[in-house]
């Protein structure tokens, strides 16, 4: 019930693609879902976060899908630049912002 | 968004030893939260930690074991307790203003245990 489940696990894209990384969640209570990205010796940075009364949020080059009924969102990247090489983490939680859940993890490279 | 400081920022520490992690933010937060990443991993919430009472922990994290003090609205404490090589580990603070504001985090404190 509390699980996020994200995939892949890693990803390699190469300059100016399209990057995309799934979330899926089990918990219809969940009604805020961030996205975290994280540098190497660094704590996370909040990317860019949706609620479940929207299908897509987008902030620059990066675009949350969110489709409640098949309890799924995705992160896409665009025009992908080596900069964006990270590790990635789709979250959710309920209650607000608070207790978030967190998916394993995408590991980005962006090839130039 | 508040800067958020966590010391130490590595320890290299003793089995069966304890580590206080401090977290302080240049403005006022109505919450608090310890997390726990292990290495190559996701991350774990351990406990919220609340203003002037005791902290509310997640399942499968006890307070002897993770000790958490909140004094006030800028700053945290986390101990690590009688520490063994299984809790090496990432622990990260994050902060919010309100229930629904997001959440922001610290560089962490990376910690190994010999």
């Known amino acids: 019930q509390q699980q996020v489940k994200q995939s892949p696990q890693s990803l390699i894209v190469q300059k100016g693609g399209i990057s995309i990384i799934n979330c899926a969640y089990e918990?219809?209570?969940?009604?805020?879902f961030p996205w975290y990205q994280q540098f190497p010796g660094k704590g996370p940075a909040l990317l860019i976060a949706?609620?479940?009364?929207?299908s897509e949020k987008k902030e620059g080059r990066f675009t949350i899908s969110f489709n409640k009924s098949a309890k799924q969102f995705s992160l896409h990247i665009m025009d992908s630049q080596p900069g964006d090489s990270a590790t990635y983490f789709c979250a959710a939680s309920y209650e607000g912002a608070q207790k978030l859940v967190f998916g394993q993890g995408t590991r980005l490279t962006i090839n130039p | 968004s508040a800067v958020i400081s966590q010391k130490p920022s590595r320890d290299i520490c003793q089995r069966g030893t304890s580590l206080t992690i401090q977290c302080q933010v240049d403005s006022q937060v109505t919450m608090m939260f310890w997390y726990r990443q292990q290495p190559g991993q996701s991350l774990t919430l351990i406990a919220t930690a609340n203003q002037g009472s005791e902290a509310t922990y997640e399942s499968g994290f006890v307070i002897d074991k993770f000790p958490i003090s909140r004094p006030n609205l800028t700053f945290s404490t986390l101990t690590v307790s009688n520490m063994s090589p299984e809790d090496s580990s990432i622990y990260l603070c994050s902060v919010s203003g309100t229930g629904n504001q997001p959440q922001h985090f610290g560089d962490g404190t990376r910690l190994s245990i010999l």
């Open positions: 949706i609620r479940p009364d929207v």
């Open positions: 918990n219809t209570a969940f009604d805020y």
